[in-house]
């Protein structure tokens, strides 16, 4: 039940807050220059995973951002795991990251693809890119010609200059 409750909150945080809001979910990275984030492929065909991981590859421009593609990742930390689904959620995909409500430092993390939704090649390239901003720790935003906008019809299929701002101001030495 806790586990379930500190989902809900991390998956709440993740979706309302903007990145540059005190307190924000994120992974840590310590004295590294880059936090490094292991994606594994759980439960997703080959076409949604090319989507992941080319939207893994557009995060991973930022400066703070590595990215590693595995089977299975190597622990239970900085591990964010991919599954597809069909679910009736009015959602394409949704992202989950499990933090430390202390400290707000992210251990583990999900996101899941809805193929109710993924028909089309732009869809998944959105939703991909969309949820791993979220898994990354950004929220949505308003403006710009992002992923990471709330709503379809006004999301574009690529990160932006002000997303690899964000990445850089929520990884920023403490």
């Given at each position: ?37 292991y994606v594994e ?63 707000n430092t992210a ?43 709330d709503g379809f ?22």
């Amino acid at each position: 039940m806790l586990r379930k409750l500190v989902a809900a909150i991390a998956f709440l945080a993740v979706a309302v807050l903007p990145a540059t809001a005190l307190g924000q979910p994120h992974w840590y990275r310590g004295e590294e220059t880059q936090v490094t984030v292991y994606v594994e492929r759980t439960r997703v065909d080959a076409t949604n995973w090319s989507y992941v991981k080319r939207a893994g590859a557009q995060w991973a421009r930022s400066s703070r951002i590595r990215v590693v593609y595995v089977k299975r990742c190597p622990s239970s930390y900085y591990c964010v795991k991919v599954y597809q689904v069909r679910s009736a959620r009015n959602m394409a995909g949704w992202a989950t990251l499990n933090y430390d409500p202390g400290t707000n430092t992210a251990w583990y993390g999900t996101l899941h693809l809805n193929t109710r939704y993924l028909t089309t090649a732009a869809a998944r390239r959105k939703t991909a890119c969309h949820e791993l901003g979220h898994a990354l720790g950004l929220g949505h935003r308003r403006t710009g010609r992002t992923c990471m906008r709330d709503g379809f019809a006004t999301m574009y299929g690529h990160p932006d200059a002000t997303d690899y701002a964000n990445l850089r101001a929520l990884y920023r030495r403490p």
